[in-house]
C-alpha cells in the first residue's frame, strides 16, 4: 500500500484527521509520494473515488499521481478520481452544463481582441501618454481577471495605472465588446474556466469529500476564490513558498502565507528529509534562499549522506567563451546527456549554449521556447481542420486571413460575418452558394468619439480588379469581393480557401485531409509568408538560403502531423488530441535546455545554471515590472535544487558585442562562492537605494 512507503512525517500528513490541511514540501521531500498515500487514506477509510478531487499545476502530473494510485487500486478505481489542472477540471464541469463550450487558446483570443482593439483610435484624446497596444491590453486584462475580486476593469486600470486614466473608458469598452463576442460564439478562455466554473459552485454541490491542491504555492486568487466557492468538508494543500515562481502570472504568495489565518484549526505538516539532492548542493540553496523571509520554519535534512562533489563555479572572461566552454565540457562529461540540464532564466541565454551544443554535434531539446504545436505553421493546419470539423469557430478563420496580405484581424471578423450573413447562417454556403440578393453583407461601424469608435463604409468595391486573376465564374459573383478593401492578394488567398475547402468535402480520414491541406496552394502560400519572415536580414532583403532552410524545416513538420494523424478515424478526436493534449507531448532527445520556470518538478544528476551575472539573474528588468528580488531569488532556489548530484553555476565578466563589463549575481555572494568586494557592495547600495523610492 502507498501509506507503508512513507516516512513518519509524510505518513502523519497523508492520515490526518484534520479537515484542513497544509504540507510545507521543499524540493525533493517526497510531496508526490505523500499526496499519493493520502489518496490511499481516503479510499482505505471509505471515502469514493469520485468523491476525490486532485487539482494540479500540470495534467501531467495529474497522471503520474493516479498512475501510481491505479498500482495499488486497480486503474478502474483510480480512474474514477477527478484530476488534473484547475482548468482541466473546470472544462470537464463546464462541458457538462452546455456542449457548445468551445475552448480557445489565448493566441487565438488575442486575435479576436485584437479585431475589437483595431477598429478604435485614440487620436482625439490628444493625451502625452503613448495608449497600450492591443496585445499588450490583453494581457493587462487577464493579469487583471487573474487578480482582482471586487473592482470593474475601468477602475482598476484607473487606480493601478493613473497615467491611462485618459483611455480608461476606451479599455473598458472594448474589453466589454470583446466578452461579448466570446458569449456569442460560445468562446471561452482559460480564466472564463474558473470564472464559470465558481459560479457553478456557488450553487451546486459538487459531490466532493476532500479536495487536494499541488503546487499551492503557485494559485492565484482567482484559484483561490474558485477553491473556497467548492467549500470542501477537508482541504489537503501541498506547497512549497521558497518555489513559488509564477507572480507574473498573478500567482499570490499571501494565499499560502495567510494559511493558518484563514484556517485556524489547519494543520500544517513540514516535510523535511531531502531525497533528491547531496548535502553540499543542499546546503548552498538553503543559504541563499534564508535570505527570503521565512513564512513557515523549516530545516530541510539531507538522506543521501556520503561525500560529495561541492557545487563549481565556473567564472569566464567572456560571454560567448562561456557557452563554448561549457558547450564542451558537456561533451566530455560521463553523465548520459538526458541526464543533463541547463537551465537559464532568459532566452538568449539558451540561445547562446544551443549554438554551442549544435556545433560540437551534441544532440539538444528546449523547453521554454516554441513547441511543436505553438509553431505557426502547425497552428494553421489545425486552424484549417478546425474550420471542416466547425465553421462557427470565427477565430480560426481570423487567424488564418491574416496571413492575406492586407487584411488583418478586423477586416477578417468582417469578412466571416459577411460570409454567414449570405450564407443564412453558414460561412460554407455563403463562400459556395451566396445569397446574391444580399447587395451589401457588411456590417456598418458605429461611430462615437469618446470610445474610439470610427470609420464607416462608404461605397462598395468594384471586383473588376480581380478579372484577370483567372478565379472560377461562380467565384467572382460572390458579393464578399466587394469588400473596399479587398486587394487582389486578399482576394487570391480567397480563392484558394475556397479551392481548397471544395477539395476536403466528404473525406473521412484525418491523415488525408492533413496531407490535402499541406498540399494546398493556400497552405503553400502561408509557408511561403513564414518563411520570408523568417528569412528576412535586418537591411529587409531576403536570404534564399535561409528561406529554403525554413520551407524545408516547415515540409518535416508536416510529416510528423501526418504521422500523428495516423491513429485516428474521426476528425473531432483527432482534432481534440492536437489542441487540448498538445502542451503535454514533447520532442527530442539529448541535453535539457529548460527555462527556471520548465524545470519546475524535475531533478537531474547534472545541472548548469548559465549567465548568473547581476541584471540577467535576477533579472532587473523584470524586477522593476512588478517582479520582485525575493522572487528572483526563488527562482534561484528551484534552478539549483533540480540537481541531484552536480551543480555547476557559472557568469561572465565581459559582453563583448555590447562592450560591457558585468558584476557577479548577486546569489553567487549570497552562496558564498564569490567574495563580498566594492562591486558588491555597490550592488547592494543601488539595490536599497531603489527600495527607498
Not at 517526497?30 to 499526496?35: D, L, V, Y
Not at 468538508?233 to 500567482?251: E, W
Not at 509568408?529 to 520551407?551: C, F, M, N, P, Y
Not at 510529416?559 to 500523428?564: H, S, T
Request: overall charge neutral; hydrophobic content about 40%; proline content about 3%.
Amino acid at each position: 500500500m502507498p501509506l507503508s512507503r512513507l516516512n513518519p512525517q509524510q505518513y502523519a500528513a497523508a492520515t490526518s484527521t484534520e479537515f484542513q490541511n497544509l504540507i510545507i514540501a521543499s524540493a525533493g521531500t517526497g510531496k508526490t509520494s505523500t499526496i499519493v498515500g493520502r489518496i490511499g487514506h481516503l479510499l482505505n477509510i471509505g471515502v469514493a473515488a469520485e468523491e476525490i478531487l486532485l487539482l494540479t499545476f500540470t495534467n501531467k502530473a495529474a497522471a503520474e499521481m493516479i498512475e501510481r494510485v491505479a498500482e495499488y487500486f486497480g486503474k478502474e478505481t483510480a480512474a474514477k478520481i477527478d484530476a488534473g489542472t484547475f482548468h482541466a477540471v473546470s472544462y470537464r464541469w463546464l462541458k457538462k452544463q452546455d456542449k457548445k463550450v468551445v475552448l480557445k487558446q489565448q493566441r487565438e483570443l488575442k486575435t479576436l481582441f485584437r479585431s475589437v482593439f483595431e477598429k478604435r483610435s485614440f487620436m482625439q484624446i490628444g493625451a502625452e501618454i503613448t495608449p497600450y497596444g492591443g496585445n499588450y491590453l490583453y494581457d493587462v486584462y487577464s493579469f487583471y481577471q487573474n487578480t482582482e475580486l471586487e473592482r470593474d476593469f475601468e477602475s482598476w486600470i484607473i487606480e493601478k495605472y493613473p497615467e491611462h486614466h485618459p483611455f480608461a473608458m476606451i479599455y473598458a469598452d472594448i474589453v466589454d465588446e470583446f466578452e461579448s463576442l466570446k458569449k456569442e460564439y460560445g468562446f471561452v478562455n482559460f480564466n472564463d474556466l474558473l470564472i464559470n466554473f465558481r459560479e457553478i459552485c456557488k450553487s451546486k454541490n459538487l459531490g466532493y469529500k476532500e479536495v487536494l491542491v499541488d503546487e499551492y504555492q503557485d494559485t492565484n486568487a482567482l484559484q483561490g476564490t474558485l477553491i473556497d466557492a467548492m467549500k470542501p468538508p477537508s482541504l489537503f494543500c501541498v506547497g512549497d513558498y521558497d518555489q513559488s515562481i509564477y507572480a507574473f502570472n498573478g500567482a499570490d504568495i499571501s494565499i499560502i502565507g495567510s494559511f493558518s489565518t484563514k484556517f485556524p484549526r489547519a494543520k500544517v505538516h513540514t516535510l523535511t528529509k531531502n531525497y533528491r539532492s547531496t548535502l553540499p548542493i543542499l546546503s548552498l540553496a538553503t543559504k541563499v534562499i534564508e535570505h527570503n523571509e521565512r513564512i513557515y520554519p523549516k530545516k530541510l535534512e539531507v538522506t543521501r549522506n556520503y561525500e560529495a562533489q561541492p557545487p563549481k563555479l565556473l567564472a569566464y572572461d567572456e560571454l560567448f567563451d562561456q557557452y563554448h566552454a561549457m558547450a564542451a565540457q558537456i561533451r566530455d562529461s560521463q553523465t548520459p546527456k538526458e541526464e543533463i540540464a541547463v537551465i537559464f532564466r532568459n532566452n538568449s541565454s539558451a540561445d547562446g549554449i544551443e549554438v554551442g551544443l549544435r556545433e560540437l554535434g551534441i544532440a539538444c531539446k528546449r523547453k521554454g521556447g516554441t513547441s511543436f504545436f505553438d509553431s505557426r505553421e502547425v497552428k494553421a493546419v489545425l486552424d484549417l481542420y478546425t474550420l471542416l470539423v466547425n465553421e462557427a469557430d470565427m477565430m480560426a478563420f481570423i487567424h488564418l486571413f491574416e496571413f492575406a496580405k492586407g487584411i488583418g484581424s478586423a477586416m477578417a471578423k468582417e469578412m466571416y460575418i459577411a460570409l454567414k450573413s449570405l450564407g443564412h447562417g453558414s460561412i460554407f454556403y455563403g463562400l459556395y452558394a451566396p445569397d446574391v440578393s444580399i447587395q451589401n453583407p457588411f456590417e456598418k461601424r458605429k461611430v462615437s468619439h469618446q470610445l474610439g469608435l470610427f470609420d464607416e463604409f462608404l461605397e462598395l468595391g468594384a471586383v473588376g480588379k480581380f478579372a484577370k486573376l483567372g478565379f472560377e465564374a461562380k467565384f467572382m459573383n460572390n458579393p464578399i469581393l466587394k469588400h473596399p478593401k479587398l486587394t487582389k492578394d486578399g482576394a487570391t488567398f480567397l480563392h484558394d480557401f475556397y479551392l481548397l475547402y471544395r477539395d476536403l468535402k466528404g473525406i473521412k480520414q484525418p491523415k488525408t485531409v492533413v496531407k490535402k491541406i499541406a498540399a494546398s496552394s493556400l497552405y503553400k502560400h502561408i509557408s511561403d509568408v513564414l518563411a520570408i519572415k523568417r528569412a528576412t536580414l535586418k537591411d529587409g532583403s531576403v536570404d534564399e538560403k535561409q528561406k529554403e532552410e525554413s520551407l524545408t524545416r516547415i515540409a518535416r513538420k508536416m510529416v510528423l502531423l501526418e504521422e500523428l494523424s495516423k491513429p485516428y478515424s474521426e476528425h473531432e478526436r483527432f482534432l481534440n488530441a492536437m489542441i487540448l493534449g498538445s502542451s503535454d507531448l514533447t520532442q527530442g532527445e539529448g541535453v535539457n535546455l529548460l527555462s527556471v520556470h520548465a524545470s519546475k518538478g524535475l531533478e537531474f544528476k547534472e545541472v548548469y545554471v548559465v549567465d548568473l551575472m547581476d541584471g540577467r539573474f535576477p533579472n532587473r528588468k523584470l524586477m522593476q515590472r512588478g517582479g520582485s528580488l525575493d522572487e528572483e531569488r526563488r527562482l534561484f532556489y528551484v534552478a539549483v535544487t533540480r540537481a541531484k548530484d552536480i551543480l555547476y553555476l557559472s557568469y561572465a565578466k565581459y559582453d563583448k558585442i555590447k562592450k560591457s563589463n558585468f558584476v557577479a549575481s548577486q546569489f553567487l555572494y549570497e552562496a558564498g562562492l564569490v567574495s563580498k568586494d566594492e562591486a558588491y557592495r555597490a550592488m547592494v547600495m543601488k539595490e536599497a537605494e531603489k527600495e527607498q523610492e
